[in-house]
C-alpha cells in the first residue's frame, strides 16, 4: 500500500499535465517529488504522538501480560455477577473495554473469552437460557473493537486524527460516543441467537436478514434523531421500540403465550416419542451437586429419526 501511495504522488501532476497537453512535465515531475518529501516529513511528525500512545499502551500491555491481573479481573467479575446473566454480560463487556486499552484485540479477545466463556454459557444454562459458545465468543470479540476508540487509550483514535489533522482526545470520545449505539447488538447475539443464522433455513435465514435490516435502519433513525424529518422525542421513543421488537419479537410474545409447554419428568418418553425428527426437547434440570448445593440447569436433547421415545 506504501508502494502504491509513493507511485501515486510521483505520477500524479505528470499525468494530469500529460492528459490536458501542457508542456510543463519536468516542473510537475518535481513538484510530485516535493508532495512525496512533504507526505514523508507530515507522516513522521504525526508518528510522534502515536509512537508516544503506542508505547504508553505498552506499559498497559506488561501490567496485564505479565502479572496475571487479567485473570484476577475475570474471576471479580464472575463474583460481581452473582449468578445474574445481565450482569456478567455488563461486567464482560467493561472487562473487554479496560484490557482492550492495552492489549491487542486478539489477545484481548483471548484472554476474556478463555476465562470468561465458559461461565457465561453455564449462568446461562442456570437463568433458562441456552447461549452457542459462538455467541458469547461474538460478544467477547465485539466489546474488544470498541476497546480501540475508548478513551484515555484509544490508539485507533489517535491514528484517525494523525489523518484528519485533529485533536486525537476528541476524535475518541466522539468516536466512543458513536460506538456506543451499536453496544447493544452484541447483548443481541446472546438473547436471540438466530441473528447468527444457527440452524435456520435458507427461506428462514432471508426472512431473519430482511428484518433486522429494517431494525438497524430504525435503531440508526432513532440514535441520529432524524427519519425522514427531525425526530420528536416520542417518534424517538417509538423507533425504539419497533426496533427492539424487530430484534426480538419473542420478548413480547412470551408475554402473551408460553414460549414452552411443561410436561412432568415420567411424560418424558413420550414427548420425545410426539417430537418431530431433527427437533429438540427442551430439559430443565434441578438437583443438588456433590456439596450439597442447589442445583439447576437446561439443556437440549436431540430427537434422531427412526428413534423411539425410550431410545
Known amino acids: 500500500a506504501a508502494a502504491y501511495m509513493i507511485f501515486i504522488l510521483l505520477t500524479q501532476r505528470p499525468l494530469m499535465a500529460m492528459f490536458r497537453g501542457e508542456s510543463q512535465f519536468m516542473n510537475d515531475v518535481k513538484a510530485g517529488v516535493l508532495d512525496l518529501i512533504d507526505g514523508l516529513v507530515t507522516g513522521a511528525r504525526n508518528m510522534i504522538g502515536i509512537g508516544i500512545a503506542t508505547a504508553t499502551a505498552g506499559i498497559i500491555v506488561g501490567a496485564v501480560s505479565q502479572t496475571g491481573v487479567g485473570s484476577a479481573l475475570a474471576d471479580v467479575v464472575e463474583v460481581l455477577s452473582g449468578g445474574n446473566i445481565l450482569a456478567i454480560l455488563f461486567l464482560t463487556a467493561v472487562l473487554s473495554l479496560i484490557l482492550g486499552m492495552g492489549l491487542p484485540t486478539t489477545a484481548n479477545y483471548i484472554v476474556v473469552s478463555a476465562l470468561l466463556a465458559p461461565v457465561i454459557v453455564t ?71 438466530e441473528l447468527l443464522l444457527i440452524g435456520v433455513t435458507w427461506g428462514q435465514g ?52 408460553p414460549p414452552y409447554s411443561e410436561e412432568a419428568p415420567t411424560e418424558i418418553v413420550q414427548a420425545a416419542e410426539e417430537t418431530p425428527a431433527g427437533e429438540r426437547l427442551r430439559l430443565r434440570v434441578s438437583g443438588v451437586n456433590d456439596l450439597g448445593d442447589p442445583l439447576e440447569f437446561v439443556a437440549l436433547l436431540p430427537i434422531g429419526a427412526g428413534e423411539t421415545g425410550a431410545e
Request: charged share 5%.
Open 123 to 193: 449462568l446461562g444454562q442456570q437463568n433458562g437460557l441456552i447461549v452457542p459458545l459462538i455467541a458469547v465468543h461474538l460478544f467477547v470479540f465485539y466489546f474488544g473493537i470498541m476497546a480501540d476508540v475508548t478513551p484515555p487509550v484509544g490508539l485507533a483514535s489517535f491514528a484517525a486524527a494523525a489523518v484528519s489533522g485533529g485533536d486525537p482526545i476528541r476524535t475518541g470520545l466522539v468516536a466512543f460516543f458513536y460506538s456506543l449505539r451499536t453496544a447493544a447488538l452484541p447483548f443481541l447475539f446472546i438473547f436471540n441467537t
Open 206 to 257: 432471508l426472512f431473519i436478514f430482511v428484518v433486522a435490516t429494517v431494525a438497524m435502519l430504525l435503531f440508526a433513525a432513532a440514535t441520529q434523531g432524524w427519519f425522514l424529518a427531525r425526530n420528536r422525542f416520542y417518534e424517538t421513543i417509538a423507533l425504539l421500540l419497533i426496533a427492539f421488537t424487530l430484534f426480538r419479537p419473542g420478548f413480547w410474545m412470551d408475554m402473551v403465550y
